[in-house]
Structures are given as C-alpha cells and as structure tokens.
C-alpha cells in the first residue's frame, strides 16, 4: 500500500454515547487505546462533533477529556483500516468495555 | 538474635515480613548534567519504572493488575512526558522537569468533579515518584505482599500507593496514632507502630510489627513467629465472622440496640460501601473543600447531593468546614499561630468567613431537600456560636426560598470537643451532640495529638475523659436528643465497652471497621455493669 493513498483518504467519523457507570477512567481508557493501537490508521477522539480533537492511541491524552456517563464519544479516523478501526472502537464502547 | 524496638501500636494486629526502607525524596539531591545527559536519564528512568510496574503487575491478578497496567500504559505514552522533555531542552535538571510535568497532570486529575478520576492522581503521584526515585538512584519501592514499610514517616498517599489486600505492616521513626496515615492504616486493619524514633533506621531482614502491643521485633525467633501465626490466624477467622454478620444491626447480649453509622472523607468512601450494613453518616468531613470549592455552591451541593442519595432515607451528619489545628487550608486559615489547636479553628473560623460559610450552609440546605442532612458545628465553644450559625443558616433559607430554589432546613448540631462545652451541655441548644472524641480528649488530657511524645497521655480511657462522655451522654439526650461519638475510640474494641457502660448508644466509625465494631458490641453485656457513678 502506498502512503500516498493513506494520506488521500478522508475522516470517516463515527458516534456512540458512553453508557458504562464510570466513564472513560482508568481502565476503558486502556482498553480503547490498546484497541486503536491494533490498527495502523490515525484514529482521534472528542467529545463534541467539532473536537477538540485528541489521538485515541494515546491513554495520557484520553484521560485528560475525562468523559463522564451519558456523554457521547465522536471518533473520526483515516488510513487504510480507518472504517473496521471504527467499528471495533464503537463495539468496544457499547459492550461497556466489557467491563458490566 | 531477637530485639525489640518500642513504640506505639498505632493500629492493631500483627504482621511478619521483610523491611523495606522508604527514604524520603525530599532528603536526597542529583548533580544534573547537560539537557542530553537530562534527556537520557529521564528517558531511562521512565523505562526502568515501566518495566518495575510490569514484573509487579506479573504477580498481581484482578483489579491490582489491571490498575498496575493502567500505570505502565501511562508512562509508556510519550504524551505523559512532552512537557518535562521540553523544559529539559530548555535547561531544566531532569527530577525538576518531570516533577513538575507530572504535578501538572496531577492537579488537572484533582480538579475534576467525577470522584472516578480524582481518585486516579494517586496513580500519577506514585508513578511520578517511582521516576524519582530512579532518577536519584534511589531504585523502585516496588513493595511486594507481605512487605514491612519502615521509614520516618510516611504519605497517605505512599500508604494507599499500596496494595494491603495481601498482608504487609508499617514501622515509623515519626508519627502518631491519631495522624491520618494512622487512620488509613486502621480501615484497611494494616498492623502500624509509630514513634520508634531514630532506631527505626536499624530495621532490616524479617520484622515483626506488633501493632497490638505498640513494638517491633527484629530477628523474631522460631517461638515469636509461632505464636505470631496463631494470633494473625485468630484475627482472621474473627474478622471472617465479623464481615459475615456486617448487615445485621449492632445489639450487645442483653438485647441493647447500638447504632453504628460510618466516617467518610468524601464520596470515594461510600463507594461500593452498602448503605444497608450502617446507620446511615455519622461524619462527613468537607476539609476536601480545598481551594476553588470553598466558594462553589454547586460542586458542594453535587457532593452533598451523592451522599444522601447513597444514604437512602438515613440520616447523614455533614460537618462544616473544620480547618485549623493541624488541617491547614492557605489563604484561609491563620498562619504562625503559637497553638493551632486552641487557637482560630471549626466554627470560630467559619463565623468569621460568613461569606464563606453561607455558601456551605446554602449548599447543605439544597441538599437536605432530598434526605435528611444534618449540619454538625466543629470546635463549639458557647451558646452564641450556635445561635449566629443558626441566625445564617435562617438568611441562607431567606435566600433560597426567595430565588425559589429546592431546599429543606436541616437539623443543626454540635461536635463536643471543647470541655468547658462537655460540662456545660446540660443548658446547651442544639439539634443534636457528636462526640469528637480525640479532640476532647486531646484538650481534656493536655496532650496534642501531634506530638508523639505525649500520645500515651491522650488517652480516651482515661477516668476523667470517660466521666465527662458519660456526663455528655446523659444531660445531652434529655428530650430525646440523640448523643453519638465519632472519634477513633468508637472503633476500638478495648474502648467500645467502657462507652457503652457510660451511656453511649450510637458510635460512628470507618467503613472498613464497621464490620469489627458491631461484632465487639456483641460481646458486650450492658446488665453487668457496675453501678458506678461518673
């Protein structure tokens, strides 16, 4: 694959609302991270639609959104992988992280 | 060769196991380098502390590894230490520069309103530390189970840094029972001795911490380790029996019912704390109320709010702000005092703050709309204390009926600390009486409860502070009014008997120790008491 076209492709986006007790804390944070990290596209996270933007690779930067229950996560992404990165981080998210 | 070091048991039982020496952070210093030197060692620390967190997740299973791996994601992310590189570039001695990228990290995790995440910054301080600690050479406090923590003092936030769940004590040069890494210790039934003094520098190999005896034992010998064992398996089948009968209310043999309601802290202490195993919060500090928060109603009122919504109909005791003593708050409370302890502390501060203390008190108010809240005056001295609280908490009802905001009035107490109010409580007006008994007995006994010299004199069993509970537990709760305790003495099985003998029917303790202190009421029996006259 040429990096060309990874460059080329747009931001799929993609929403879920965060419905386990705790919210991203501690350990979904890992989870989400270790599962993004699983794919090679450039994958970010908000809690608004217009961002604030940050990389969901990144537990330092996910635990500073501090996102609470009931909040809705926006991911966008964009590489070769961008769409099943998607749909793995929203499963995640809607199976509670596997966590309840 | 067996020896022994005396102290004071600063919380019971007894625990075997290697020393481990904490030397603190503050007392060591580095030679910094040029930024490349800087870079590289704070680059190899983060390494040898991730890897340290990874051998000690390895032998962990559950929540402790998963919380230990949450840590190793953490310091693997370049994002956690940006900052500190950048400051190094800019000349900044590595330790400096990841202390304060860290400490940064830190307050933005403290200032979140969801407890999940304030909970997470001891994470940080403990992985901030363990890069300190190989950036001084001092290497990992990589505490393993069953370890002996001997230092000269030691951080509730170190304690907590700690997974107990599988044994371990604590030994220290410095310290006092009443301090509240003691307090901590006592919850989660970690053995502790503290005031070794200097010698506690000479402990190494296996020790014993004898908690209920107030000494350590070096080089315990076969026949020490042998009764050590029987005793540590006896506590265990006893707490076992405790924790099974925890949701069953607290009656001494002949059939007296005790009420035990639990100390909290903050919201982090209910958590997955059953309401139904207690009668409901005996004590709510708010000195967490630190900085911004002293003057934001709204993130009180959702405080508040959380712990009567936990309570479920039982009555939850807030007390309001009590700096002072040895609770400082800056920019609040008064500097350079010569006795902190008799000098602008609890209410006598907050009367002069009314500002302040309207916004508690209105944060209260809105909150005993959904439950019943009792707001508890710290340090009360006098009558007019009260009333000038009571007069407030009227204008703050004003207030909020006025802007036609939700609220109820609550029921207005006192915390009985001061004697002169202890003797004088009979022509007292309040709602209801809490005794703060390791303040009264602090002040009744002349002995501070930070100075570990005199700690063997602050003694709650002591003839004359026991006459003035008994004399408090009487002329108090004319009419009915409830009279309760909420010091450390409530929780100690030695102490248990002797208040309930003085009259007292209703203790407020830690969580962890409500199972320990229902089953030592059990064991009470009310109709063998003497007739003795107090």
Redesign the interface.
């Known amino acids: 694959m040429k990096p060309e076209s990874e460059a080329m492709t747009l931001d799929l986006k993609a929403s879920v609302r965060l419905t386990n007790e705790?919210?991203l804390?501690?350990?979904p944070?890992?989870k989400l991270?270790?599962s993004a990290k699983r794919f090679r596209a450039r994958v970010e996270v908000a809690t608004a639609a217009g961002g604030p933007w940050v990389?969901a690779k990144?537990?330092?930067?996910i635990?500073?959104v501090?996102a609470?229950k009931g909040e809705t996560l926006h991911f966008r992404a964009s590489g070769a992988d961008a769409s099943q990165a998607l749909d793995a981080l929203v499963d995640l998210v809607q199976r509670k992280f596997g966590e309840e | 060769m067996e020896r022994v070091i005396s102290g004071l048991g600063a919380a019971a039982g007894i625990a075997v196991g290697a020393a481990w020496p904490i030397h603190p952070l503050s007392a060591v210093a580095r030679m910094p380098g040029s930024p490349g030197d800087e870079r590289a060692a704070l680059t190899d620390a983060i390494h040898v502390a991730a890897a340290a967190i990874n051998e000690l997740a390895a032998a962990q299973s559950g929540e402790a590894a998963e919380m230990l791996g949450f840590q190793v994601a953490m310091l693997e992310d370049e994002a956690l230490a940006e900052g500190a590189f950048a400051a190094i570039a800019a000349g900044m001695p590595a330790h400096q520069a990841w202390a304060a990228a860290l400490d940064a990290e830190i307050a933005g995790y403290l200032a979140a309103d969801d407890p999940h995440f304030r909970a997470r910054s001891s994470d940080l301080a403990d992985i901030r530390d363990r890069v300190l600690r190989h950036l001084f050479g001092l290497g990992a406090v990589a505490i393993r189970s069953g370890d002996v923590i001997v230092a000269e003092d030691l951080q509730p936030s170190q304690f907590l840094a700690v997974d107990w769940s599988k044994g371990g004590g604590v030994a220290l040069g410095a310290g006092s029972p009443t301090s509240h890494v003691a307090t901590l210790a006592r919850a989660r039934s970690v053995p502790m001795v503290v005031g070794l003094g200097p010698s506690w520098t000479t402990l190494s190999g296996i020790v014993a911490v004898d908690g209920d005896a107030g000494r350590v034992i070096i080089a315990p010998s076969a026949a020490t380790l042998a009764e050590t064992e029987q005793r540590s398996a006896a506590r265990k089948t006893a707490a076992r029996q405790a924790e099974h009968r925890r949701l069953e209310p607290a009656v001494t043999r002949d059939g007296t019912r005790i009420a035990v309601s639990i100390n909290v802290s903050g919201v982090e202490d209910i958590a997955g704390f059953a309401a139904e195993s207690c009668d409901g919060i005996g004590l709510a500090r708010t000195e967490f109320l630190a900085g911004d928060a002293l003057d934001d109603e709204e993130r009180q009122f959702g405080l508040y709010r959380e712990l009567v919504r936990w309570a479920s109909g039982r009555p939850v005791t807030i007390r309001t702000l009590d700096a002072g003593g040895d609770k400082p708050i800056a920019g609040y409370t008064v500097d350079n005092e010569s006795n902190p302890f008799l000098g602008l502390r609890g209410i006598r501060l907050s009367l002069r703050h009314p500002d302040r203390f309207g916004v508690q008190l209105r944060a209260l108010a809105r909150a005993a709309a959904e439950g019943p809240v009792q707001v508890m005056l710290p340090m009360v001295t006098r009558q007019d204390e009260i009333d000038a609280a009571g007069r407030l908490l009227d204008r703050t009802l004003a207030e909020l009926q006025a802007a036609g905001i939700a609220h109820a009035r609550p029921q207005l107490g006192i915390m009985v600390e001061v004697p002169a109010l202890a003797f004088a409580i009979g022509d007292i007006r309040a709602d209801f009486l809490s005794i703060g008994s390791n303040d009264l007995t602090q002040y009744a006994a002349a002995a501070a409860r930070d100075n570990p010299a005199v700690a063997a004199y602050a003694d709650t069993l002591h003839p004359g502070v026991l006459g003035l509970i008994a004399h408090v537990a009487r002329h108090g709760s004319a009419g009915g009014r409830p009279v309760s305790l909420c010091g450390d003495a409530g929780a100690d099985p030695r102490s248990i008997p002797a208040l309930l003998r003085a009259g007292l029917r209703s203790l407020s303790v830690p969580p962890g120790l409500v199972a320990a202190t229902k089953e030592a009421i059990r064991a009470v029996d009310l109709s063998e008491e003497r007739g003795h006259e107090l």
Do not use: C, E, W, Y
């Open positions: 705790v919210g804390h501690a350990r944070s890992v991270t270790q990389d990144s537990p330092v930067k635990m500073r501090k609470l």
